[in-house]
């Protein structure tokens, strides 16, 4: 019977609402995550397509 109350405030306490936090330096951290992201995508979006290797001449170690 005990085991069972002690499970039962445990689960309790696992489905209370968490504190809110303060957490200005992990919002700020997330948002220039978000942008660093956002200019990369662009970036690749924008010089993709019009970006071309080419293959320089062999070297002498290869044969033709």
């Known amino acids: 019977m005990r085991q069972t109350q002690v499970q039962?405030?445990?689960?309790?306490?696992?489905?209370?609402?968490?504190?809110?936090?303060?957490?200005?330096?992990?919002?700020?951290?997330?948002?220039?995550?978000?942008?660093?992201?956002?200019?990369?995508l662009a970036g690749v979006m924008i010089l993709g397509p019009g970006v071309a290797l080419e293959d320089g001449p062999p070297s002498a170690s290869q044969t033709f």
Request: proline content about 3%.
């Open 8 to 40: 039962i405030d445990a689960a309790r306490v696992a489905l209370s609402e968490p504190e809110a936090r303060n957490g200005v330096m992990a919002t700020l951290a997330a948002a220039s995550l978000a942008a660093c992201a956002a200019v990369l």
